[in-house]
Nanobody, 124 residues
């Protein structure tokens, strides 16, 4: 079992930055690929970014956030981060942390564990 707890969401103006954190329980954190998904009101949950398990050598991003968002992990702290820069109003959503036993996690169907979500609101 893995429990995920997100933090770091909030209200920010367009062009600003936020860093989301996701703290995981358990001693097997490094064996999971980690990802971030988001869900805006009335829309389906969508992939944002993922990082491979163990050393996190591989990362992959949705086209909509490429070049603005950076995912990273610290296995010693059992934590994954999402640094979000140059935020836009269309980034407004609830952001969810996800863990998967797959090499990377880019689909909701591949997720084994979800966090409870953290709200990000970007004002224009």
């Amino acid at each position: 079992q893995v429990q995920l707890v997100e933090s770091g969401g909030g209200l920010v103006q367009a062009g600003g930055s936020l860093r989301l954190s996701c703290a995981a329980s358990g001693r097997t954190f490094s064996s999971y690929a980690m990802g971030w998904f988001r869900q805006a009101p009335g829309k389906e949950r969508e992939f944002v970014a993922t990082i491979s398990r163990s050393g996190g050598v591989s990362t992959y991003y949705a086209d909509s956030v490429k070049g603005r968002f950076t995912i990273s992990r610290d296995n010693a702290k059992n934590t994954v981060y999402l640094q979000m820069n140059s935020l836009k109003p269309e980034d407004t959503a609830v952001y969810y942390c996800a863990a998967s036993g797959r090499p990377l996690v880019t689909s909701t169907r591949a997720v084994d564990y979800w966090g409870q979500g953290t709200q990000v609101t970007v004002s224009s």
